[in-house]
């Protein structure tokens, strides 16, 4: 059996000669007789946002270029770093999602962008998509293979009740003529998705269930007339913040097989200028809390909805477009690999996470095109970790987080863990449920092979070791100088980079 290990290493990093009191012992038993859920192979997902560059939180205006309607397409490093998941699921969506018109002919208005108004839904206009981007978006998405969701405009036609609550039926005109034309393109759209943030009580606005169900089963009708007897995308929805009530009766009023995926959001450390982010990331009791979230869900698709699978539509960490000093450094990636972990174990199929790029929450940064550390921390993920759920025993301290999943291609367990402890390190021994050692000893060793073999992005991870069958590999990855917002990532000690001349990660300093 081969056994992989994704290990972060400790916030601050211990002395090579250390007391016996600053390890704490800790057993992680792997339950392997059977899987305890499933994720699918686009498991790891990112989303385009819609959101303009006068879009400003906190005295700053993070999003520059990286808007559906401006992201320049062309940068090489976009491609490259979409390529390099072979593939990476992209939802194009967000906030102004609901306020997007799109360029076909009958629209009968003229195709302009979102500008600034007082009044506004979020402060802005509506805005339009032209044909002729959305053909320069999909020759994006065909060359580089990307899986796509796209959220479609949910408040179409409705008017507006009271402050925050519409009503009324959705007009799909002008969304059907889009799809239209994306079928006739043959663009190959995974799934649509209706609506963002209009379930429960919503965020500036919301529907009610009934009026949403019902117009789920509308545009089921529509993708079954346009797609005929040609393979068809999923419909998901609603792309929102968890409320029961409101999410069973969605799939009571849509009905048996027309909803095959129930979208959610979440955005569980707070806003993204509160001084609490960086604790409540190294917090396992607060990390926690989520958990609670995934498992109603999986309930409520259970009772309600079986033919439906839970998906996290939308993942930033801190709202408000993240934090400037945390979403975009090394810390974070305890958080996003830990909700990665947790999210799976609930069934989750899909984990978009806010954003590819964009805000200061982005895999890669707004204006360079480079990536940020969680951008590596989500390619191990996807290159390692299966699609097989397992169960896992930990005893010892809630600071090491353990998740284990089949060992994706190469077969055998890839563990991951998480030491959340900024001071102590941990002697981990791991065994099967068959009281079976697999690994153990004075804590994790690291397996210095794994650095002499580190070369760039499309080898680095999953590469063998130079003398052929290895039944353990370690990625080990930490911040550059100990700073745990850094925001270089080293792997196995080396810096994870770029080349000037392709999106390769270097190993630099040999």
Known sequence: MNLWFIFLLPLLCLPARVRSEDYSDVTVIVRGSETIASTSDEFVCATIDWWPPEKCNYDQCPWGRASVLNLDLTNPLLAKAIQAFSPLRIR???????????????????????????????????????????????????NTGAVVTFGLNALQGRRQISRSVWGGPWNSSNAREFMEY??????P?????????LSGSGIGASVGAEQYGKDLVELQTIINELYGDSRKPLVVAPGGFYDQKWFAQLLKVSGPNVLNAMTHHIYNLGAGNDPQVPDRILNPQYLSRTSDTFRSLQLTIQRHGP??????GEAGGAYNSGSRLVSNTFLNSFWYLDQLGQSAKYDTKVYCRQTLIGGNYG???????????????????????????????ISGSSYLRAYVHC?????????LLLNLHQSMGFMVSVRNDLNVNLAEGQGIRRDNVFVRGLKRTVSWVGSKASDGYSKREEYHLSAKDGNPFARTMLLNGVPLELTEDDF???ACGR
């Not at 060992?407 to 563990?415: D, F, N």
Request: glycine share 12%; with cysteine.
């Open 182 to 187: 994306t079928v006739s393109m043959n663009y």
């Open 363 to 393: 895999l890669l940064d707004t204006d360079t095109f480079v990536p940020n550390p969680d951008y590596y921390s989500a390619l191990l993920w996807h290159r390692l970790m299966g699609t097989g759920v397992l169960s896992t025993d």
């Open 407 to 415: 060992g994706k291609q190469k077969g055998g367990v890839a563990l």
């Open 307 to 312: 033919w439906s699978a839970p998906w996290v």
């Open 92 to 142: 194009v969506g967000g906030s102004l999602q609901d306020q997007v018109l799109y360029g076909t002919p009958n629209l009968g208005s003229p195709c302009d962008p979102f500008t600034k108004v007082s009044g506004g839904l979020f402060g802005f206009s509506q805005g339009c998509i032209t044909l002729e981007r959305w053909d320069a978006i999909n020759d994006l998405f065909l």
């Open 504 to 506: 390769e990660a270097e």
């Open 189 to 197: 759209i995974d799934s649509w998705e209706f609506g963002n943030e």
